[in-house]
């Protein structure tokens, strides 16, 4: 999403070998799927997210679009960089454990589509007496949840609650920035031991 409520349709990730299209039945217009053997995101599908994301933020050498990151792994591939750089997408990577102060879908989206999605899924389940969601069931409920999660108001008001857009350092006092402390200690010396221990007490 970005900060003026546009949301990039969203992809499903499922842990089987090949991609069938039934397993995106019913989800939003615009999803797409992808298969691991995890069930979790890697570099390849990562990339393949990148080309996803650049056909629908129009991103180009000339109309360059910031995109925001955790610090996965998976963001990291030489493929996907090189890919993002071609396409005028500057990938910024949020500092680890920040996600709760700097990532505006863990502000204000995620949250309501977990419980959104949660009410779909009991609601399946009283109208399917004695059966299991499966995997072709998840995207139908998912996208029922993400058209309820998926307003401007959430969008942007992620990016204002974490002062990204608009820009407001103010969002923050000097107890954020307490666990960075960590870092300052010394190496070497004979008090690092009760040093950290105060610093993360």
């Known amino acids: ?8 349709p969203p992809i499903f990730i499922f842990p089987w070998k090949r991609m069938v299209d039934t397993l995106i039945r019913g989800a ?15 570099s390849d599908i990562f990339h393949k997210w990148l ?20 610090n996965h792994s998976s963001h990291l591939s030489l493929p996907g960089i090189e890919f993002a750089r071609k396409h005028g997408i500057i990938m910024l990577s949020i500092p680890p454990h920040s996600s709760h102060k700097l990532q505006p879908l863990d502000k204000t989206f995620f949250g ?13 389940l009283v109208n399917h007496p004695g059966k299991r969601v499966s995997d072709f069931d998840v995207a139908e409920l998912a996208g029922k949840a993400y058209v309820r999660a998926a307003t401007m ?5 992620g990016f204002r609650f974490c002062g990204i857009s ?3 350092p103010d969002v923050f006092c000097d107890s954020d920035f307490a666990p960075s402390t960590v870092t300052e200690i010394i190496a070497g010396t004979t008090s690092d031991a009760a040093s950290l221990s105060v610093v993360l007490s």
């Open 51 to 70: 080309i996803h994301f650049k056909s629908h933020s129009n991103s180009s050498a000339e109309n360059k679009v910031l995109l925001i990151l955790d």
């Open 112 to 124: 309501p589509l977990k419980i959104f999605y949660n009410q779909e899924v009991s609601k399946w």
């Open 28 to 42: 939003p217009e615009g999803s797409e799927g992808f298969c691991s053997s995890s069930g979790w995101v890697d």
């Open 166 to 168: 608009p820009y407001n």
């Open 153 to 157: 108001e959430k969008a942007s008001n």
């Open 1 to 8: 999403m970005n900060a003026v409520g546009h949301y990039i």
